[in-house]
Nanobody
Framework: QVQLVESGGGLVQPGGSLRLSCAAS????????IDWYRQAPGKQRELVAA???????NYADSVKGRFTISRDYAKNTVYLHMNNLKPEDTAVYYC?????????WGQGTQVTVSS
């Protein structure tokens, strides 16, 4: 079993910043595969940020230049740094770990961008 716990969401004004955390525990040897998704009301879940097998990063076009994914192996945690937040970033953010043909998901953390 793998457990993923997100934290760091909240209410922020447009232009503000947040840092989301995804702490992994259980039967997970590496956090290399963990990525971030989000789902806004009435919309499909979409990939926001991920690491490639080579260690580079990929981002959705809508967040490029504003979001950064990073990881701390010592803490078994993956982060999503979000800057210059916009109202359209409002969503529930999830981290995901695809392992052994199965997808593990966290419970999600709500991010609301509003004045």
């Amino acid at each position: 079993q793998v457990q993923l716990v997100e934290s760091g969401g909240g209410l922020v004004q447009p232009g503000g910043s947040l840092r989301l955390s995804c702490a992994a525990s259980g039967s997970i040897r590496s956090i290399n595969s963990i990525d971030w998704y989000r789902q806004a009301p009435g919309k499909q879940r979409e990939l926001v940020a991920a690491f490639t097998p080579g260690g580079r990063t990929n981002y959705a076009d809508s967040v490029k230049g504003r979001f950064t994914i990073s990881r701390d192996y010592a803490k078994n945690t993956v982060y999503l740094h979000m800057n210059n937040l916009k109202p359209e970033d409002t969503a529930v953010y999830y981290c995901r770990a695809p392992l052994g043909g199965y997808e593990y998901w966290g419970q999600g953390t709500q991010v609301t961008v509003s004045s």
